[in-house]
């Protein structure tokens, strides 16, 4: 038998290297050899912290969810792909049947399996199984980071679609993180013509100009933004406190701000009169619904750098050490995990 | 020379009726006599504080906004009324040119000329001249009072815009007041099958009943309505603390919440995590663009009864004791000047 | 064994009563027991012409797609229905997973089984299976035959929906046949104040009257419209010759027509200068979705009369002369075969 | 006196070279000395037949209506703009408060006085007035050319919107000629991935490569172009016979076809079984609103290259010569006259 090693969440900073058995497809899905699997924020969360809002760690579980691979083998029925296609695979696979699901909102489906939302295993493994409908073949101008960086990518297309960038759009985005940048990639490629985006780490300022940025600005002990700029649209990408009613203000009338970053706090302030005076939206957003199509559209196409975002990468083995990267390091942006390499 | 008296707010608490000139229109314009004026909670707010949020009162202002009357002149080149037409007047005359007006957004423009916004003079007044494209001829079938209400009735058509009531919604409605009640009856004429009203005064949740409202919750003492009932939307028309960040916690999956009472605090809770795991839109609401003409096809097909949300007739001199009316007996929804009849 | 009658039509003109196999609910389906299927002029169509389009009637097909039952059986796994619930049957069922699904275009899916689309069998029978999903329970206060009719219904409500139908539109309709009057209804609930509907069949004329119509104009011979009516939205149900151009030169400004009535060429023309000079829109429609709950809820709140449509009742014996029942009697709106009645 | 000569049409193929005298700007407008007019279609049309559709010139009239140029003097009340001011005019001054003009569709404004639309003058002339909310400041890195060039850049932007491009479309479009390749630039900034152009000059299509196409097809001779592609969106430049049923029949479920181009007859025939099966929508364009801050915002931010379609500057006595020019070159794009050049 094949090996195949997972890394294994059991509890807070309980991370195991364990061998598992590669499972066979069941009818309509595939078996996919794990090329590039990325840490996101939740991963490290639920390491810390064993929890994130109502979803808890009660039993070991696999994590990751921004993953690439190979297709290694078909179950019965399987019709869109072939052994050998590479594929970037979107981790959530909703019921298909319930009333937000047949309303083209699946991301809100109550139903959905999750990549490591416990108990749902996720992709730091070597092998998998995935419907093959949420199984896109990548073309070969793009790269296995990138192709598992669809899945940051989709939440900044999301982002943008909620909050309706259009060409000439200003875009103010608050966060200069791993999310942060996928935004800002995505607003340009939205048409938005003034992107400005902010944070406290100056490493991270530099990259977002690099990345494509108008003006960047250190909100280090900044109160007022709105003295310094007016944007049509807010994503809100840092989760910091005071970032939501701060970067509302600096919206002009009919602006929209759009919430991506998950705040500690379950309620938070926002400027209710500024809201109704100027008719100021506020959106909450949820994962990601039809994105993978268009990003991968946009990748092929060379209109983003998703490469440009890893900063490290590791081995299986080495997953741990991929989720404490960024505590200790400043420049670290995206770390990834190469389940198949040694 | 005809008499023209006028209520004219002086400062707070300081109402006092005078006489002034009767206007010249200008090319364009056309002169009015008044017929009835209904009391809204700003004008009561201005007399009571002397100030609504950044709008201050530093000079004798006539308040009222909610009017109605006959076409008594015509100013050089009006061509689309005729001495005799009776009228509903839509109270803010925007610039037309702005951005935010060519945009289909005239309630945002920062030039608009509105009613009873000092040092704007209102409607309290026994005549008065409009530009002739915001006084919209009402047919026999709409009374006096009816065409006045156009203006809180355009309130409630512009929130249930804002947030898409469709046929088939079920609408939560938080306050069962003037604009609660026109809400109401917006929401049904959009086709919402589900109308929940609350509040806390009785008298007004069985007017609720007798509008239209579905059902109605006294929430009096009320935690978590959450419990009760689910919504597609959720339209705040109460302005009282904790209601916005209650009602939101009602929605469904992809709910809007629509912002329409204005609360005392200038910063409000919202309960973001909830906004995120759902994918809720709050939008806030300032006045109401485009909807006369709605307004008065629905009053004018008999969809909606306006006259019943009257509960009080007064003359011009009376016009404190309409402001006043409200304070002391909790039956009174809308009081109506009639500034032509002793 | 229990009988399970079934009209199956074999060829043009060849409809024939047989004995099928009552089915066995598979996993997530319940066994419906027949009470009311309407005849809809597709299933006259195939009985006339063996096709629709490039739907071929090349093997023996039940007809049959408005219908209501009462729940009988249960498949493994059922968890939203119980023997003896009432329910209104959705006739397509897609495959939930293609980008039509996914995006809540369902309605589009290349792979939906529909009711009575040779090969698939509809409802004219005693007792079938359907997925639960599509098995919507309705109060008692809506009939059997109201059950069935939210099929077309959910057309009518679907063109509004297409149209952007709301609060104080004028809505022009042609024709007065059975999806007319539905769309008639359904633009009353979305609001529309000013509703005519044309046809050259007087009976339909009054009928749409007494169903809601504002006005209703006899084309029989009537060449320009536009002289006679302005509207915000044209709805074509008539499929009739010059119908279309017809209508669309009626529209204001950034009007929308949307076609339901499937005309007999492939090709239609289009008022093309006066699209381009008024900026208008032309939609198609194909069935529908989403439409089932909102059209439960608007019954069952009183809002629309689908009894109303019903001119008259056949068994299941009957069903061929229930097909012809309109061909000769220009009063028939909707014949509605009783499977389990004798 | 300083001069100011122009180009007056008197009637087909009568264009002469006049004198007028230099006007005084009203309130509000400004004096612009004129840099950059481009030759449109439109222009040569009204040369070659003395009318367009219901426009007739039945006056001498001065065409012209994409242009640019300096801020020479101010009326009174002028206070968006300085003498010196380089500016892009946008032709068409709505009325502002018609219910088009409120609701932000100001494009069909009734009342517009648009440039060149007889008797209104147009800009191939020295020196003419503007109000100033139509005439655009733009930075030193917008030529003159590219300011005048605003104006069909703004068609294609408007098609765009009114198509809903977005990131991630596929993008069909017929005629590369100065529309389709603005349609095309455009297509671009608002994310489309796939642009697919179609002509019948070889020049033109080279061009279209060169400003982005991702591929191109000379459509001499082709009768089905869905054997070849599909596409999301299809956007009509041609005005050609066939093209507009040939294009729509490409497009995906749910696709959007709009309509720029002017066909010669008034209806035209669409694929209206398609359109049903598909859900598609066809739309009409009729010149813009809100696109010049959004046109001059995308040609600051370099994402569009407006100069490389010029193809020949001429005086303004060259007028004539420069209508000819792309009768008898098929090289030739887009020519523009520099009235005050000589």
Redesign the interface.
């Known amino acids: 038998m094949m090996p195949n090693k997972a890394a294994v969440l059991y509890a807070v900073h309980d991370l195991r290297i364990e061998q598992r058995p590669i499972p066979d497809p069941a009818p309509g899905e595939v078996l996919v050899e794990m090329r590039s699997v990325g840490v996101c924020g939740s991963d490290v969360h639920y390491y810390n912290e064993g929890r994130i809002?109502?979803f808890v760690l009660d039993s070991p579980t696999i994590m990751g969810h921004e993953s690439s691979g190979v297709v290694v083998g078909l179950g019965e029925g399987v019709d869109t792909l072939q052994v050998g296609d590479r594929i970037a695979l979107e981790p959530g696979v909703p019921?298909?049947?319930?009333?937000?699901?047949?309303?083209?909102?699946?991301?809100?489906c109550p139903y959905v399996k999750f990549f490591a939302s416990p108990p749902v295993d996720g992709a730091f493994v070597q092998y998998l199984t995935i419907?093959q409908?949420f199984a896109y073949p990548v073309p070969d101008t793009i790269s296995d980071d990138a192709a598992a960086l669809m899945e940051p990518f989709s939440v900044g297309?999301w982002a943008?679609?909620?909050a309706g960038v259009?060409?000439?759009a200003s875009v103010l985005i608050a966060g200069a993180g791993p999310i942060g940048v996928m935004a800002l990639q995505?607003a340009r490629?939205?048409?938005a013509?003034?992107v400005v985006v902010t944070d406290t780490n100056t490493y991270r300022l530099e990259r977002a100009i690099s990345l494509g940025a108008?003006r960047v600005i250190d909100v280090s002990g900044e109160d007022d933004l709105s003295t310094q700029l007016t944007a049509d649209i807010f994503i809100e990408c840092s989760g910091a406190p005071h970032a939501?009613?701060q970067g509302m203000k600096c919206l002009s009338?009919?602006g929209v701000a759009v919430?991506v970053g998950?705040?500690s706090?379950?309620?938070?302030?926002?400027?209710?009169?500024?809201?109704?005076?100027?008719?100021?939206?506020?959106?909450?957003?949820?994962r990601y619904?039809?994105t993978y199509?268009?990003?991968i559209?946009?990748a092929?196409?060379g209109?983003v750098d998703l490469d440009a975002c890893v900063t490290g990468h590791y081995s299986l083995e080495e997953t741990e050490a991929a989720f404490m990267a960024s505590k200790s390091d400043p420049t670290v942006l995206k770390s990834v995990v190469r389940p198949n390499e040694v």
Chains 1, 2, 3, 4 share one sequence.
């Open positions: 809002g109502s019921c298909g049947t319930c009333m937000q699901c047949r309303s083209g909102r699946y991301n809100l419907n409908h297309i943008c679609r909620k259009s060409a000439g995505a490629v939205f048409g013509t003034d108008d939501l009613t009338p009919a919430a998950m705040a706090a379950d309620d938070l302030l926002v400027p209710m009169a500024v809201m109704q005076s100027k008719e100021l939206t506020l959106t909450g957003t949820f619904a039809n199509p268009i990003a559209s946009l092929a196409a209109r």
